[in-house]
C-alpha cells in the first residue's frame, strides 16, 4: 500500500493514539472481540481466544501487505489500552475508493471516541491514499453505526439486497459513502 511501503502509520488525536496491532494487544483486543454487543453487526461471532485475536492481527497485516487496506488499533493515549479499531479495506487504489469499517469496546460506546477515530481515518484516507471516495455498509438494524456515519457526512445510496452472507443468512447492508469533495 502506497504509503505504508516503510513504516506504519501512526494518527494521534486528541484523545487517541491510532496504531497498529500487534501481539502484545491480544489480551486486549480479546475482551471487546468476545463481547456479542460488539460484534453484534460484524458478521462475525464473537472471539472465543486470543489464538482468534492473533489470526485477526495476521489479517491486519495482510491487508496492508496486499495494498488492499490498513487497520489501526484504537488506543487511550493515557494508559495505551487498545479498545477498538478502525481502517480501510477492500480498497480499490486504481478506482481511489475504500471501505471502512470499526469496531469499539463497549465500555467506550457514547463518549465521541468512535467519531474522533472515524474522522482521523477518513482525514488519513484522503489526504495520504489519495481516495476520492470512502464507503461504509451497515446493517439496517445498526442505528449507532448509521448515526456515527451520517454525523460525519456519510450519504446513504440505497440498500444492497442479500448482499453479504454472513452467520448462515443473507444480510442487507445500506451502502453509504464520503466523497472527497464532499469534506471541503
Known sequence: MDCLNKEFPVISTERLILREATAEDAEDMLRYLSD????????????????????????????VGEGTGVRWGITLKDTGKMIGSCGFLNRE??????????????D?????????????????????????????????????????????????EGLLRHYEY?????DDLYMYSLLKSDRM
Request: net charge negative.
Open 166 to 170: 454472513t452467520q448462515g443468512k443473507f
Open 36 to 63: 456479542e454487543r460488539v460484534m453484534q453487526h460484524t458478521g462475525m461471532d464473537p472471539f472465543g481466544s486470543t489464538d482468534d485475536v492473533l489470526e485477526e492481527i495476521a489479517w491486519y497485516q495482510s491487508i
Open 93 to 106: 487504489a486504481r478506482h481511489f475508493r475504500a471501505e471502512i469499517g470499526y469496531e469499539l469496546s463497549h
Open 108 to 156: 467506550y460506546w457514547g463518549r465521541g471516541i468512535a467519531g474522533e477515530a472515524l474522522r482521523a481515518v477518513v482525514q488519513y484516507g484522503f489526504s495520504q491514499l489519495r481516495l476520492e471516495r470512502i464507503e461504509a455498509l451497515i446493517e439496517p438494524e445498526n442505528g449507532p453505526s448509521i448515526r456515527l456515519v451520517e454525523r460525519n457526512g456519510f450519504l446513504r
